[in-house]
């Protein structure tokens, strides 16, 4: 794996350069499942928060995540993978799966006393409500 993040981190200023529109969303979500993959979840979380307009691809980044996250017990990190489905869903049009899926993670970025990331869950959620 940690081959896979040092090739898509080589190749990142080309597809980043804008030249490669189509590859930006998919590599973005790439490097950012890799660097979960190799334990860096605070890193490959950051590149899957960036605007992302292919949807699927990084939910599905988020959703193993999360995996990772609860199965290391890493509760703040887990609140804050819920935080990303959310503000996904709703871009895509979804608020009601939205609501609930941010209603759940304003719940636990609260219990992890995550002040940052709560008060960027509160505002999306107070968005579609």
Avoid: N
Avoid at 32 to 42: D, I, N, Q, S
Avoid at 57 to 73: F, I, Q, T, V
Avoid at 109 to 124: F, K
């Amino acid at each position: 794996m940690t081959q896979a993040c040092e090739w898509l981190e080589r190749s990142r200023p080309y597809w980043e350069s804008g030249e490669f529109r189509i590859t930006y969303p998919r590599a973005l979500s790439a490097l950012g499942l890799a660097w979960v993959y190799a334990g860096r979840l605070e890193e490959g979380l950051t590149l899957l928060d960036k605007p992302i307009a292919e949807g699927s691809a990084s939910s599905l980044a988020y959703d193993e995540a999360l995996a990772m996250a609860e199965s290391l017990g890493m509760r703040p990190t887990a609140a804050r993978c819920r935080l990303g489905p959310g503000t996904l869903l709703a871009r895509a049009g979804l608020a009601d799966c939205a609501c609930d899926v941010l209603a759940q993670a304003v719940q636990e970025l609260r219990s992890t006393h995550m002040t940052l990331w709560l008060e960027r869950a509160e505002r999306e959620l107070a968005r579609l409500t």
